[in-house]
């Protein structure tokens, strides 16, 4: 076949890089989005194999990267979340070695994973997905002994990194599709380092034309007919040395596989710095949103809405709604932050209420959530008993809240006639306050900041 | 030739991906430094080529990324300091598109930068690096004129990228003499996926075998002899469609480069997540020490020895030394921060003679520096006018330390006699300063925290 410069499917040319809708922020019930496209349907079942068996030697660090924790969560976790959130997906086989098998439980219970089923690895990368594939047909035939409604085989399986963990629910949709009508298909990226061969002395022998060859990367998906032959089919040399499952397609099965161009968010977490990458794309997806609460007082709304308008809200969505009852109560549902304005002394059991209601609903389930009161006070004489005291009380609060995953602030400022003097004070509000939901800091919870 | 896993010499084992010593702390003279080893010594004239001409689409940000700032400073500043503080490095080329001329002569003279010279790039980066090349050789012959004492034409040319900040001085060594042995030599990595060959339709040709190729990086080395007769011998196609300089040694010359696996530190920020990681790494880095100043008072030097011992500065250097006087006075010339501990009223003219001596210094020229203010009070019956008035001054002497790129913060903790309590303080203090100097936070710089 003739090698030259491919036409392949674009993905949608959004912000690069960054996920628009990333898994960090499942629904809590797949399929309760009511704004699904139609065109995203998937008519046939669809299961997922997730690799992690990788020991991140490439990282240097202890843990394999897939267990590395991004702001208390394992990465693999937000990996099958991504999974989750998406309706059509049945079913997550993740694959762990068998030392991990424990650990990978536990992560399952505590982030209460609901399509997750765990088995052990083998010894190879390929062995490893032959397990999860096996497994899948397996759970089938358990299934249907226990429960004639279960969806049966699954008809496409596309297999993934267990860290590749920003994978969107367009991308996959791409995949699956091209997988049901091809046999099988995969991710590509254009290179981003020139490609050379060398020579045995270590020289330069030559060097590859970029434009003919791509990086292949995850996810991929296969029909189950063509993943289960290939992996029947194969030597024992493929299961040792082989890498790449859409080799073993087009070897064993003759099916040439769909190549994809997916967004740079499909890249793997290899390196050390490829921890910091992911844990600033998280912090900056949780970074989105603030609900300001205002209990409906006047002062309180005034500064809401003059935070709306302060640029170190610039690139946050900002809602300012009363309080959290009725049809507001949908707030907490969503992945937000929250900013709790006061205007009186006595004013933290409004924060309490807040944490009580969030805490109820284990809103930090996923991640932690900040919670940023903010006290306008209305005048500088505060009896001296009050400025000792809110200090300590907040940070009592704070102490317990955080046992819950919730990261409490402390903001003050003061109500002020000169207009310069109050804007520098909003401003500062809306800095500090955009700087603590970035930051989430836990070293700083339950301080008392000034505006 | 023969095509075979390759022996490549290896970088040294240190910890992946973070440089031992980055070019973002450079020493303030070239060559002060009395422990480099004798084995780095180059007996050759060297000098650089940098190819800053970028648009960085693939970042999807406007600016391009090597001038993207990075605590205030534009990365190709830091890439410059890595070569800068070279001691046998003479000379670096930037160039630069000739639309940002003025914006890279402006940060030449605002870091300070000392063996640059900007020349305008062209259309294509092998005419960038070939003007780059020309300028060496012009560069020559005008500092003859002027000055006998030059060293002359360079005998080696190292050509890098502006956008991989943190290549060390050791593999700079190894390119410099493989190169002046073999007559060109080059970076060469592991692939971090499989390569694919694609046919015309977007269909899978076949893989290649991992094993037989690498990634071509950067810094490559030449004899200017190479590099300067590749240039003018290559074709227009070749500078209009080419990307490999090796190639054109291959070709042109007949110079088979030799390759040396270099370490993961040299990779391309390309993507934005690469510029999150490129931070990370520069704060990671301006975190490695800091320097407690006691006054001597007893108090005050037995709270520094606690937090040395306190879990929050576990991976932190802590010198503690009574103040900056005499043979002490070295310390604002490395890379410090600076925690003042406090125990009287009134205290803050301590912190006031230290952001002095630091700003007379221009120690923050190149990175903001981070100074803490902790105040050890001995009671808890502080008079109120203090609990009112310290923390508007830190407040103002922060907004002023600012302008100076120095960022304050206060800590405040209570002398206890209850073991407990104050192991608990002490803790405390540690955890908020580890994550002030970890997280350089402009929004919260003056606050006063509480520990």
Redesign the interface.
């Known amino acids: 076949?003739?090698?030259?410069?491919?036409?392949?499917?674009q993905g949608d040319e959004r912000?690069?890089?960054?996920p628009a809708q990333p898994g960090v922020f499942p629904s809590r019930e797949a399929g309760m989005s009511a704004q699904q496209p139609a065109e995203r349907c998937v008519d046939f079942p669809v299961s997922v194999v997730l690799p992690a068996g990788g020991t991140g030697e490439?990282?240097?660090l202890q843990t394999p990267k897939q267990f590395c924790s991004f702001l208390g969560r394992p990465l693999i976790s937000y990996t099958i979340q991504a999974f989750e959130r998406v309706s059509w997906i049945q079913s997550i086989m993740v694959v762990v070695a068998k030392e991990n098998m424990d650990l990978m439980m536990d992560i399952v219970q505590r982030f209460q994973h609901r399509k997750v089923r765990v088995v052990p690895g083998g010894s190879t990368r390929h062995r490893s997905i032959c397990n999860g594939v096996l497994a899948l047909g397996e759970e089938e035939e358990e299934e249907e002994e226990e429960d004639r409604s279960s969806a049966g085989r699954p008809k496409v399986v596309i297999i993934h990194d267990a860290v590749r963990p920003f994978v969107e629910e367009d991308f996959l949709h791409k995949i699956a599709i091209a997988a049901k009508e091809?046999g099988?298909a995969?991710a590509?990226?254009p290179?981003?380092?020139?490609?050379?061969?060398?020579?045995?002395?270590?020289?330069?022998?030559?060097?590859?034309e970029?434009a003919?060859?791509?990086?292949?990367?995850m996810p991929q998906g296969f029909t189950y007919e063509v993943i289960s032959q290939a992996y029947q089919r194969c030597t024992e040399s493929d299961f040792q040395f082989g890498?790449?499952c859409?080799?073993l397609a087009?070897q064993y099965c003759g099916t040439?596989?769909?190549?994809?161009e997916g967004p740079?968010t499909l890249?793997?977490v290899?390196?050390?710095?490829?921890l910091?990458?992911?844990?600033?794309?998280i912090k900056e997806t949780l970074s989105r949103s603030a609900c300001v609460l205002t209990g409906g007082v006047t002062r309180a709304v005034t500064l809401a809405e003059a935070l709306q308008k302060a640029a170190?809200f610039v690139e946050m969505e900002l809602d300012v709604i009363p309080d959290l009852t009725g049809e507001r109560a949908r707030y907490p549902f969503g992945e937000w932050n929250f900013i709790q304005v006061s205007v009186s002394h006595g004013c933290l059991s409004e924060v309490e209420n807040l944490l009580l209601a969030l805490e109820a609903e284990n809103r930090a389930l996923l991640h932690p959530l900040v919670v940023i009161w903010v006290h306008l006070s209305s005048s500088e004489e505060l009896s001296?008993s009050l400025?000792?005291a809110e200090?300590v009380a907040i940070?009592d609060l704070a102490s317990s809240a955080k046992l819950q995953n919730i990261l409490l602030y402390g903001i003050q400022l003061h109500q002020s006639k000169d207009e310069d003097l109050w804007e520098r004070s909003v401003s500062k509000v809306a800095?500090?306050a955009?700087?603590l939901i970035r930051?989430r800091?836990?070293?700083?919870v339950?301080?008392?900041?000034?505006a």
Chains 1, 2 share one sequence.
Do not use: C
Not at 15 to 18: K, T, V
Not at 276 to 281: F, H, P, R
Not at 446 to 450: I, K, N, P, S, V
């Open positions: 076949m003739e090698l030259s410069p491919i036409k392949v499917l912000e690069p890089d960054r490439r990282t240097g091809q099988a995969g590509i990226r290179l981003v380092s020139t490609v050379i061969a060398t020579t045995s002395e270590g020289y330069l022998d030559h060097s590859l970029r003919k060859f791509r990086a292949s990367e890498t790449e859409l080799h087009l040439n596989a769909k190549l994809i740079p890249w793997k290899t390196y050390k710095r490829d910091a990458a992911a844990e600033s794309i170190g001296v400025r000792a200090p940070m800095e500090i955009s700087a930051e800091s836990p070293a700083l339950g301080q008392l900041l000034q």
